[in-house]
């Protein structure tokens, strides 16, 4: 893999007192796009804002290309990092239009590179025919393309994206969100996407930053992120998960729902993290007794009680009615066993 | 991964708006800190405190009785105006801010004639229905129906904007419990929109307070005229400002309700969905009842005084050169006291996100009247006069301009600072991601944005200099007459005949201002 486009090591940022941001390290690459999670609060706008230049850091480095961008002391300006941004509402000059929005980055090239520039851009994101007009007439999908495009207009070697899809709704925002997938990889930056929606941050990410509290808890690719998540907290961010007392024996998790393996782990108590779709309906397995179903659409959510602990599965075949004894087990690869109480 | 540590990444950048901000802030503060400076460090004063205590009871009674005035008829006009339908309503909407463009002088010259003992209308009643008037124009119960005419208008605006402002669910939901029209008026409306008619009072009473031209002439001893009668009899600057002391005072009494009412009104617009409030038909006797209403705010405040005045203008020929001249002398001070004010205020604006307290110090500034900031610059004035001697015309002129700047810094940067919340944060960091400095950001983008409200705040600047008048009178140089100043000239010589014309052509050239801003007004809508 390339060196990164964008190191961020240690870096922190503390607000009267308490941390926004703690010890957080992350790698862009060019080309590659990241997707930083976490719910709203835990920091992880400090944090673009901190890779923007707009704060300063309180401890830790952040470097692009090699060159120091921030550390205590040491601010380079924003206008000075080539670094976009994206923001969240999309911040479009009102009295500018779509094609001076897009070229205001471009003040110190000649007028007629700027309208090559400018031209090319408009024709990449499809916006020709919007090129003279105000951006308060235009859609929120509208928007976001002139947002990103004048984002990339200086070719910065970092893209950050600020919740980019959350002013859009439903079936708009799955469009949106495929074609600036395209773009954003065209445009060969090292992009950062960040998001409280599980979903679309495994859709999107070819890498996955999980944060929480000020902290990153996991760095790695969705499917790993999603099957292998570090804690139970890294997994409840990617979606549900149920957390089962289990009982560690000779390289087995044993739980009221089934046995999973934990191998090379020290007997003992431990914890199991099940996904809702890690259960199968199995009559040779775990005896279970149904207590609840709801209907979700796509699947049934199934309550299910065993040895007087409760879960909800979902199935995707219509399950047994309430009340009905029968089997279950537990599919390894959607579940994680930790060590411990 | 190596980090290379480039030592000149982090240039420290001049931070130049705050700077700016700072510097506007210090001229709106200036003349204030002359003003204390000559009361408590000055020579003997001849002023009696007995009659400084005088002069403040007037000034209290007369800004009490025209406080309750203006907030009664704004606000009964704006309830009318902006919840029922009657005939001549959306006339009235604009219209009933028309008197803004009289001055109070004007008003005052044309009602102390007509009520005058000698004058038309008590002679034609002594000799038609046999019978005079218990009352005339002349006392402390004529200024405050004087300076209520003229400036209802604040109270009428501040409360329009307020009501068309209330969501129409909160009076739905106040008639779904019972609460007929009035009913709604009393319990919901108006304690909804308190925080405004606070700020609209407090304005009219400021303007109350700063009047001299009017109160001078209807023989009201106030401390605005204490202020130019020490200045200008006893020549004494520390008489004058021993008299603006107690006004600088209320100046800042005053600021705080108002800035308070503001506080509360942005708190009550964000609150529930906003719908246009649903507009009652008003049939009938009730309908003919509030055209009345309105038509007689309108008549009062502005067509019988201009119109009297008019009347009484046409008996006679004008000096035409010298009103001209006065005319030219007035214009050009508008103009050059709205450019500067407005650049001010921009500054002001601009660094405001950085440096809030220089807007606050600009606003103590609008609150003062126009005589104390003249004595405060007076004061300070004179270490130029001795520097430069023989500069005496441009240095009077320039110090005239500054003192409008100083005074009505604040009322331009009111819009100028609504019309820069088109600017989110984001917007200016989008354009420091893009390549600007923080000042090159807000010179790309809130200046452009603030284009129209600079216009705006530059038409307001433009009125009230031309309806300016005690500043202008001491600190304008020698022979320097402008219109306000000749129509003030002509009164005091009795010849009102003469002081209409000036006054008219006040009126003449504010009016397409006023009018201008009055259909802007109307015409705005939250929300859009």
């Known amino acids: 893999m390339s060196s990164a486009t964008l190191a ?21 690459r060019a080309g590659r796009i990241a997707c930083l999670l976490g719910p709203s609060g835990c920091g992880k706008s400090t944090l673009l804002r901190l890779i923007a230049g707009l704060e300063p850091v309180d401890a830790g480095e952040i470097s692009i290309g090699g060159v120091l961008m921030s550390a205590p002391g040491v601010v380079t300006p924003p206008e000075a990092r080539g670094v976009g941004l994206v923001f969240q509402d999309f911040a479009l000059f009102p009295h500018l239009s779509v094609a001076d929005n897009i070229g205001f980055g471009l003040k110190t090239l000649p007028a007629e590179q700027r309208r090559e520039r400018v031209a090319a851009l408009l024709a990449r994101f499809h916006l020709e025919a919007l090129a003279g007009a105000w951006p308060h007439t235009l859609s929120g999908g509208e928007q976001q393309r002139v947002a990103i495009a004048r984002a990339l207009v200086r070719a910065p070697s970092v893209l950050l994206l600020d919740e980019p899809f959350s002013g859009l709704d439903g079936q708009l925002r799955a469009a949106v969100r495929t074609s600036a997938l395209t773009d954003l990889r065209a445009a060969g930056a090292a992009v950062l996407i960040v998001t409280h929606d599980p979903q679309e941050a495994l859709l999107m990410a070819d890498d996955l930053v999980l944060m929480s509290a000020g902290r990153i808890l996991q760095t790695g ?3 790993d992120c999603y099957l292998r998540p570090v804690s139970l907290a890294a997994a409840r961010l990617l979606g549900e998960a149920e957390d089962l007392p289990a009982r560690i024996e000779n390289g087995v998790a044993h739980t009221a729902f089934g046995a999973v393996p934990a191998p090379g ?32 659409g796509s699947f049934h959510s199934v309550t299910l009680s065993s040895q007087g602990v409760i879960m909800t599965a979902r199935t995707v075949a219509p399950p047994p009615p309430v009340g009905t004894r029968t089997g279950v087990s537990l599919d390894p690869m959607r579940t994680a066993v930790y060590q411990g109480e | 991964m190596a980090i290379t540590r480039l030592p000149g990444a982090a240039r420290r950048r001049v931070a130049v708006l705050p700077w700016l901000a700072a510097f506007a802030g210090l001229a709106a503060i200036l003349p204030l ?6 009361a408590l460090f000055g020579e003997t004063a001849d002023i009696a405190l007995r009659d400084i205590f005088r002069y403040a009871a007037t000034s209290a009674w007369l800004a009490l009785l025209v406080g309750l005035a203006t907030a009664f008829l704004g606000s009964l006009a704006a309830w009318l105006v902006v919840m029922h339908r ?13 008197p803004l463009a009289v001055p109070a002088f004007a008003l005052a010259y044309a009602y102390a004639d007509l009520f005058d003992v000698a004058g038309p209308l008590r002679m034609w009643l002594r000799a038609g229905p046999g019978f005079d008037l218990p009352f005339g124009m002349r006392g402390l119960g004529g200024a405050v129906f004087v300076l209520s005419c003229a400036f209802y208008p604040y109270v009428y605006l501040a409360m329009r904007a307020a009501f068309l402002n209330q969501s129409v669910n909160v009076l739905e939901a106040a008639k779904m419990l019972g609460c007929d029209g009035w009913r709604a008026l009393y319990h919901v409306a108006l304690p909804m929109a308190r925080p405004a008619l606070a700020a609209g009072v407090a304005l009219a009473v400021m303007e109350t307070l700063a009047d001299y031209g009017a109160v001078q002439f209807l023989s009201v001893q106030t401390l605005t005229t204490g202020v130019v009668r020490a200045w200008s009899v006893y020549g004494s600057t520390v008489s004058a400002a021993r008299f603006a002391l107690p006004l600088l005072a209320v100046a800042a009494l005053l600021l705080w309700i108002e800035r308070r009412g503001r506080k509360g009104r942005t708190h009550e617009a964000g609150n529930a969905r906003w719908r246009a409030v649903q507009v009652k038909p008003l049939a009938g006797a009730r309908g003919l009842a509030a055209t009345g209403f309105c038509l007689l705010l309108l008549v009062a405040g502005l067509l019988l005084p201009v119109g009297w005045l008019l009347v009484t203008g046409l008996n006679t020929s004008p000096d035409w050169p010298r009103l001209l001249l006065a005319a030219s002398h007035s214009l050009g001070l508008g103009i050059a006291g709205a450019l500067v004010t407005v650049a001010l205020a921009t500054m002001l604006a601009l660094g405001t996100r950085r440096l809030p307290m220089a807007a606050r110090i600009a606003s103590l500034g609008y609150a003062t009247p126009g005589a104390v900031m003249a004595i ?3 004061a300070s004035a004179g270490i130029v006069w001795n520097l430069l001697p023989g500069s005496g015309y441009v240095i009077g002129i320039m110090l005239l301009v500054y003192a409008y700047a100083a005074r009505l810094m604040a009322a331009a940067l009111e819009p100028i600072d609504a019309g820069l919340t088109r600017v989110t944060p984001s917007m200016l960091h989008a354009a420091r991601m893009l390549g600007r400095t923080e000042t090159g950001g807000a010179l790309a983008v809130e200046l452009p944005v603030a284009r129209g409200a600079m216009f705006t705040a530059g038409l307001i600047v433009f009125i009230d200099v031309l309806k300016e008048l005690p500043a202008t009178l001491i600190l304008r140089p020698f022979n320097f007459d402008t219109l306000a100043v000749s129509a003030n000239n002509y009164a005091l010589d009795e010849r009102l005949e003469q002081a209409g014309a000036p006054s008219i052509l006040i009126i003449l050239l504010a009016l397409p201002a006023v009018i201008w801003l009055t259909r802007k007004i109307a015409l705005s809508r939250p929300g859009s």
């Open chain 1, 221 to 223: 690719r969705p499917q």
């Open chain 1, 8 to 28: 961020a090591r240690g870096v922190s940022r503390f607000y009267a007192g308490r941390h926004a941001v703690a010890e957080a390290s992350l790698d862009l």
């Open chain 2, 33 to 38: 800190a002359g003003v204390v400076a000559a």
């Open chain 2, 376 to 378: 405060g610059l007076l």
């Open chain 1, 265 to 296: 782990m020290a007997d003992g108590a431990g914890r199991v993290m099940v996904r809702p779709e890690a259960l199968g309906f199995d009559p040779s397995g775990a005896p279970v007794e149904i207590v609840d179903i709801a209907f979700g």
């Open chain 2, 86 to 98: 009657f005939p001549g309503r959306d006339l009235f909407a604009w219209a009933l801010a028309l």
